[in-house]
């Protein structure tokens, strides 16, 4: 057991988390993202490790330090956040916190130049794949799978709907309505097969905190 640990709940679990966005390259200048500072996923990297569990955080390009005791690995785009998540199975919880970008186009080698007539590029998409969709129907399933939410409207409505759609067992819904992106708070509802629970608007460190506990609750 890591040496920081403020505790042991999660002692030899292997906790795997994405965090932060996802980039495509349109061009070797230019590229398509989510809006995402990824504190809420490294927060929560952090505090699992914190109770003992072995954290891998797969993270989308941040501007962040790594939590104490997790091991990062950094990517760019969403497949290869995909093929990061598939390498670092088998884990015991998985808890996909990543903004992925939803599509891709075919990046150009070469910078796409202004055409100076007021002509625009067409750019051609394609979808990417789902990395918590996909992991929740393989045969190497965590044990327990948890989506995030962002919605602006229809908020637990969506949320309920990913958790089916998606095979997750909580989806955890923020509403990005309120002071939430890039902010030091967020406004949380944990969506379970038993039903919703809403926390209070936290610091995105106690949200961690919270889930973290939750999570190795859920393992025990
Ligand atoms: N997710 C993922 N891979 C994707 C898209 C999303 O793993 N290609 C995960 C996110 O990390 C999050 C959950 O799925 O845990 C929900 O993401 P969200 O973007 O809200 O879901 P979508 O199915 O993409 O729906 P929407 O049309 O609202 O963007
Ligand atoms: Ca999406």
Redesign the pocket.
């Known amino acids: 057991q890591a040496h920081f640990a403020r505790g042991n709940a999660l002692a030899g679990r292997h906790v795997l988390v ?1 965090a932060g966005p996802t980039h495509e390259p349109i061009d070797p200048v230019r590229y398509i993202a ?1 809006r995402s500072s990824g504190k809420q996923g490294f927060a929560i990297a952090g505090a699992l490790a914190a109770l003992g569990a072995r954290v891998t955080l797969v993270a989308g390009p941040v501007t962040l330090p790594t939590p104490m005791g997790v091991t990062r690995i950094d990517v760019e785009t ?1 497949r290869e ?2 093929a990061a998540v598939d390498a670092a199975l088998p884990a015991d919880a998985a808890v ?7 599509w891709r186009t075919e990046a150009s080698p070469e910078k796409i130049k202004k055409t100076g007539d007021g002509a625009v590029p067409a750019l051609h998409f394609t ?9 929740a129907a393989s045969p190497a399933r965590p044990r327990l799978v ?6 602006t409207e229809k908020l637990i409505e ?1 949320a309920t709907a ?1 958790r089916a ?2 095979r ?1 067992d909580w ?2 819904a923020n509403d990005v309505s309120v002071d939430v992106m890039g902010g030091e708070r967020n406004s949380v509802h944990i969506v379970t097969a038993d039903g919703v629970e809403s926390w209070e608007t936290l610091p995105k460190q106690a949200v961690a905190d919270r889930l973290a506990a939750r999570i190795a609750q859920a393992l025990a």
């Open positions: 994405t989510n969403a956040m995909a996909m916190v990543a903004a992925v970008a939803d979808e990417n794949p789902d990395i918590l969709a996909t992991l948890i989506g995030f939410a962002a919605e969506h990913k759609r998606k997750a989806i955890v």
